[in-house]
C-alpha cells in the first residue's frame, strides 16, 4: 500500500511505503527540484563551451594580428623613395590586434545561447576561400603578384560565388589593375614580379 499524504509540520512531500510485514518507509523526495537543478547544471556547461570558443578564437585573433606585425616588421617599413612592403601589413596586423584586445576584454559574461554555425555549403565557401587564399600566398614568389592574385581571383569567383565567365573575368582585371595601380605605382611599393617581369 503506497500512501502520499502532507502534513502542516513537513515542508515537503513525503511518501509513505508500508510492506507486506508491517514495516513502514518514509522517504521524502523532492522530483520537480532536481529535475530543475539538473537542467541548470547541464545549460550552464552547454552555455560555457560557445563562450569557451569565443574567448580561444579572440585570442587566435591577436596571435594573428602580432604574427603579421612581426613580419611586416622583417619587410621594412620606410625607405628613401616612401612606404615599403611592410608598412601596411603592420597597419592590418595592429588592427587585428586591437580588435582582438577589445574582444577579449569587451567584458560580455554570456555567449549565445543557441550560435547559429554555418552550415555545410556556408562552410565549404568559407573553406574554399582560405585554400585560395593559400595557394595565393604559395604561387607568390613564383608567378608574381599579378598572375597569382588574377588566378586566385578568378578561381574563387568561380567556385565559391558562382558568377558568370564575363562578369568573373571583369572583376579579375579590373581589381587586379586596380591594385597594381595604387600600390605599385601611386605608393611606389615593390610588389612581386614573376619570371616574366611583371
Known amino acids: 500500500m503506497v500512501q502520499r499524504f502532507r502534513s502542516w ?13 508491517g514495516q513502514a518507509l518514509f522517504a ?6 532536481k529535475k530543475a537543478g ?4 547541464v545549460g550552464t556547461r552547454c552555455s560555457m563551451v560557445p ?15 602580432l604574427a603579421t606585425m612581426v613580419n611586416a616588421w622583417s619587410m621594412g617599413l620606410t625607405g628613401k623613395f616612401g612606404p615599403e612592403s611592410g608598412l601596411f ?11 582582438g584586445v577589445g574582444l577579449i576584454f569587451k567584458g560580455s559574461k554570456e555567449a549565445a ?27 607568390l614568389p613564383y608567378l608574381g603578384f599579378a598572375v ?38 601611386l605608393l611606389g611599393m615593390n610588389l612581386p614580379r614573376g619570371p616574366w617581369g611583371w
Open 51 to 65: 563562450l569557451m570558443f569565443e574567448r580561444i578564437l579572440n585570442v587566435l585573433w591577436c596571435l594573428l594580428g
Open 113 to 139: 545561447p543557441n550560435p547559429a554555425w554555418p552550415r555545410a555549403a556556408a562552410l565549404g565557401r568559407i573553406l574554399g576561400v582560405v585554400a585560395g587564399l593559400i595557394a595565393m600566398a604559395t604561387t
Open 9 to 21: 509540520r513537513v515542508c515537503k512531500p513525503t511518501l509513505l511505503v508500508v510492506s507486506g510485514e
Open 89 to 99: 601589413p603592420l597597419i592590418c596586423g595592429a588592427i587585428i590586434t586591437a580588435c
Open 148 to 185: 597569382a592574385s588574377s588566378l586566385t581571383t578568378f578561381v574563387l569567383l568561380q567556385t565559391v560565388e558562382r558568377s558568370r565567365l564575363i562578369e568573373s573575368l571583369i572583376i579579375t582585371v579590373v581589381s587586379v589593375v586596380v591594385v597594381m595601380l595604387v600600390f605599385g605605382r
Open 28 to 33: 521524502s523526495y523532492k522530483p520537480a527540484q
Open 38 to 41: 539538473l537542467a541548470k547544471n
